[in-house]
């Protein structure tokens, strides 16, 4: 294994392409990696900081560098500033990492918009984005154009690209999603939109040999074709939507329950949340993909179909997440016990660290000549591709015993 001094080669570098690259978890983890690299403050709340991980030749913080597509034109820095003003960011720590902020946002590239009403050129001022008049083929070439360039220009080892754009909507089925050659075909015709905007993103990782993770419930790399297309190709994949604050607590409280014998009769939550998100899922059918991948694990944890969920916009909360739980068991002789909990957060904060472990095990997956979904992984995911296992106890188990063997197969 490589003791820290010898992760910081220069062939060590990785770069981390965030899709909504300008949005607030973005910014906020490039805030915090940067604090993270100059010493600025510790890694609490990054998994990959402690054992097994810190000793498992894992790039170090200091050796990601990043990068990303956008459509908006608000700097990653004035997205900062926002979430200084909202009190989530510390004035002091925003002063210290400004530097850090402006040269990410440098790299930040124009995204794909399919309602985009003019096509803009790679490379030029972000949030002009590339879509109209062209075939998804040659948005996704330009896409990946834009992160094979961000690898040369930084002498990186390797990229992992990792979704944290708004949810869209659940995706329609179409033939072209579980056909390989038939998707490719649908791909070059330019009156054709076969792919949702996250999928494109998905294969334009592809095409740039990047890891990749769909930190959001929209489909990305999750269709058949896509993750087949990873696999040969040989990039390490892992998703979907990020396990992070309340669905991370039902996780481990819900297999409690099932140990001591007690059957959930039902469990009932709501989230009220502001921002960026708030709206988004203030869409109703953007807000399905969300309650489909927060209740599924719940579902198979209690084996109750009675999981009620809400999500509301309340703009005035910002970035803060707040979460009630109200759990209704039965107990012994047909007795009855109920949990309440109620959950406040700023969602960033939450997301953020989880983001960089995955930029840093991908990096890992990939030099170790992983392919293919990493079912391992799932420890991040509410919904986790290759495993059904949703138990947070066991999950943690599983990628501890993960990283060791990755490691060993990467020689580190």
């Not at 978890?25 to 890694?43: R, W």
Request: include cysteine; charge should be negative; charged fraction near 20%.
């Amino acid at each position: 294994m490589h003791h820290a001094s010898a992760r910081h080669n220069a062939s060590e570098r990785t770069g981390i392409w965030f899709v909504g690259a300008r949005g607030s978890v973005a910014s906020t983890a490039t805030v915090g990696l940067a604090a993270i690299a100059e010493g600025q403050a510790p890694p609490t709340g990054c998994v990959t900081a402690r054992e097994p991980f810190a000793s498992a030749g894992l790039p170090a913080f200091a050796d990601l560098v990043v990068g990303g597509h956008d459509i908006s034109s608000v700097t990653m820095t004035k997205r900062a500033e926002c979430l200084v003003e909202t009190g989530m960011i510390g004035p002091r720590l925003f002063a210290a990492t400004h530097d850090a902020l402006e040269r990410a946002d440098a790299e930040v590239r124009p995204g794909y918009d399919p309602h985009a009403v003019a096509g803009g050129a790679s490379g030029g001022a972000a949030g002009t984005a590339v879509g109209a008049g062209l075939s998804q083929q040659a948005v996704a070439e330009r896409l990946a154009a834009d992160i094979t360039s961000f690898q040369e220009r930084h002498d990186l080892a390797r990229v992992v690209v990792i979704d944290l754009s708004s949810t869209e909507p659940p995706v329609d089925a179409a033939p072209e999603h579980d056909d390989v050659d038939a998707l490719l075909t649908a791909l070059a015709d330019p009156a054709r939109a076969v792919l949702p905007a996250s999928s494109v993103s998905a294969y334009a990782a592809i095409l740039a040999g990047a890891a990749y993770a769909a930190f959001t419930p929209s489909a990305g790399m999750g269709l058949p074709a896509l993750t087949r297309l990873a696999r040969e190709r040989g990039i390490p994949v892992a998703g979907q939507d990020g396990k992070t604050g309340q669905t991370w607590l039902r996780t481990v409280l819900a297999p409690a329950f099932a140990a001591r014998g007690l059957k959930v009769l039902s469990w009932a939550g709501t989230n009220l949340l502001g921002g960026g998100d708030g709206a988004t899922l203030a869409d109703p059918d953007a807000v399905r993909s969300k309650l489909a991948s927060k209740n599924r694990g719940l579902t198979a944890l209690t084996g109750s179909d009675t999981t009620p969920l809400h999500i509301d916009n309340v703009p005035d909360l910002g970035d803060t997440k707040v979460a009630w739980d109200h759990v209704h068991v039965e107990g012994f002789l047909g007795s009855r016990l109920t949990l309440q909990t109620t959950w406040s957060a700023h969602d960033s904060m939450l997301a953020a660290p989880l983001v960089l472990d995955l930029a840093r095990l991908l990096a890992l997956a990939h030099a170790a000549g992983i392919s293919g979904p990493v079912p391992e992984l799932g420890f991040f995911f509410k919904d986790p591709w290759g495993s059904d296992v949703h138990d947070a106890a066991d999950q943690a188990r599983i990628v501890e015993d993960w990283v060791r063997d990755a490691s060993a197969r990467a020689g580190r």
